[in-house]
């Protein structure tokens, strides 16, 4: 996005773009003359099987500036083995490529691990595009990272008067940091 200060403003464009490319209509697996009638239920059906595992992450593809647009194409195949390479390398999909049980857990049987939602509409003036959803333990170094820094501010007593003038006290504070922490330890333990 070659942004120099990052707003509220860029941050709110970016996650509207990330959740619209995941809610946009898609066809049923029943027909594809039908849309789905509750994609958010279907969605945690299939990637939050168990109430301790509940960090999605989402990535989306392509990723380029309206100047370039106009003299880009993209194809199922090239977006999809993008996508696939990002999933393997945690990075920021051929379809065949992402029903390779080693990319899963072993409790979750292939044929539930992975859905393929579709529909002919453009997104975000792109032609083609492909978002992936996935539970996985991506986010686990990132959130253990923020939880240790939040932990060293908390032990310092930094800003904790700015909460607790509004009513949040520092058991709060601990509720939190012991729920995130077992969040984190119970990915780890995949």
């Not at 898609?26 to 099987?49: I, K």
């Not at 990723?63 to 990002?86: C, D, I, P």
């Not at 820094?149 to 930094?158: E, G, P, Q, R, Y």
Request: net charge negative.
């Amino acid at each position: 996005m070659n942004i120099k200060q990052i707003s509220f403003s860029d941050i709110n464009q970016v996650l509207a773009h990330q959740l619209g490319s995941v809610f946009q209509p898609t066809y049923s697996a029943e027909s594809s003359f039908h849309y789905r009638q509750n994609p958010l239920g279907d969605l945690m059906e299939h990637l939050v099987p168990h109430p301790e595992f509940k960090m999605l992450s989402v990535r989306n593809i392509p990723h380029m500036s309206e100047n370039s647009l106009a003299y880009s194409t993209f194809t199922w195949a090239g977006l999809l083995k993008h996508l696939r390479q990002m999933l393997i390398s945690n990075a920021k999909m051929e379809e065949e490529g992402f029903k390779d049980p080693a990319l899963y857990t072993s409790w979750l049987e292939p044929v539930n691990a992975f859905n393929v939602w579709k529909t002919q509409r453009a997104f975000s003036k792109y032609e083609k595009s492909a978002v992936l959803v996935s539970n996985s333990q991506f986010l686990v170094k990132p959130l253990d990272t923020i939880v240790k820094k939040a932990w060293n501010m908390f032990a310092s007593k930094a800003y904790i008067h700015q909460y607790t003038k509004f009513g949040i006290e520092e058991e709060d504070f601990l509720d939190g940091f012991t729920l995130l922490e077992q969040v984190i330890a119970s990915y780890c333990n995949l």
